[in-house]
């Protein structure tokens, strides 16, 4: 191989690594508040955060969970990136008949014990509402966002998430809305070091 040539790769190379560390350069450490109009953190709320240029749906290697056991959907409330596949594993002695017949995505998984061997997927962005045929008291959500960029929130109404710096579209949403509903959405200035606190009408 020539110098000029070993010199074009090391050239290359080297663009291709300074360009990454600069992208991991402008994520940090964004803590988000959700409070209502009392003041009070807002649990069980998912927080997505949509960053123009970011990919819309799921890599390939994604995966998620929603697991039953204790005769309940764990987590009550899963948030997925579109297109993610969704295992449903159950860990309780009972068989359990999960579906859903929201619009985002209806399928049902017959009596089951176990972890089905085929995995759901999550391919329109809205929330699907899980139950299961057997156990009426079971109830879960799936709530499919287009951002890689979703957490939901804790007892205390936070979530954290690593985000560059900007303004960016914010959805909110939580169970009490509804699945038809699509959440509340705010703008966010992230990148400024402090919690940024966003208030809804819960």
């Given at each position: 191989?020539?110098?000029?040539?070993?010199?074009?790769?090391?050239?290359t190379?080297?663009?291709?690594?300074?360009?990454?560390?600069?992208?991991?350069?402008q994520?940090?450490?964004q803590a988000?508040?959700?409070?209502n109009?009392?003041?009070?953190?807002?649990a069980q709320?998912?927080?997505?955060?949509?960053?123009?240029?970011?990919?819309?749906?799921?890599?390939?290697?994604?995966t998620a969970n929603?697991?039953q056991?204790?005769?309940?959907?764990?987590?009550?409330?899963?948030?997925?990136?579109?297109?993610?596949?969704?295992?449903?594993?159950?860990?309780d002695?009972?068989?359990?008949?999960?579906?859903?017949?929201?619009?985002?995505?209806?399928?049902?998984i017959k009596?089951?014990?176990?972890t089905p061997?085929?995995?759901?997927v999550?391919?329109?962005a809205?929330?699907?509402?899980?139950?299961?045929?057997?156990?009426d008291q079971m109830?879960?959500?799936?709530h499919v966002v287009?951002?890689?960029?979703?957490?939901?929130?804790?007892?205390?109404?936070?979530v954290n998430l690593?985000?560059p710096a900007?303004?960016?579209?914010v959805?909110?949403?939580?169970?009490?809305?509804?699945?038809?509903?699509?959440g509340?959405?705010?703008?966010?200035?992230?990148?400024?070091?402090?919690?940024?606190?966003?208030r809804v009408?819960s």
């Amino acid at each position: 191989m020539s110098t000029a040539a070993r010199t074009a790769i090391l050239t290359t190379a080297l663009s291709a690594a300074l360009s990454a560390a600069s992208l991991g350069a402008q994520a940090a450490p964004q803590a988000i508040l959700v409070t209502n109009e009392a003041g009070q953190p807002v649990a069980q709320a998912a927080v997505s955060v949509y960053v123009k240029g970011t990919r819309a749906t799921a890599s390939a290697n994604a995966t998620a969970n929603m697991a039953q056991k204790g005769r309940a959907f764990q987590p009550t409330l899963l948030v997925v990136q579109t297109g993610t596949p969704v295992l449903f594993p159950n860990f309780d002695t009972v068989r359990h008949h999960v579906y859903s017949f929201s619009p985002t995505k209806k399928f049902e998984i017959k009596l089951y014990a176990g972890t089905p061997s085929a995995p759901v997927v999550f391919d329109k962005a809205g929330t699907a509402t899980m139950g299961c045929n057997i156990h009426d008291q079971m109830l879960g959500y799936i709530h499919v966002v287009d951002t890689p960029y979703f957490s939901v929130t804790g007892s205390d109404g936070q979530v954290n998430l690593d985000l560059p710096a900007g303004e960016h579209r914010v959805q909110i949403w939580w169970p009490a809305l509804g699945e038809t509903n699509p959440g509340v959405e705010q703008m966010l200035k992230a990148g400024g070091g402090q919690a940024v606190m966003l208030r809804v009408k819960s």
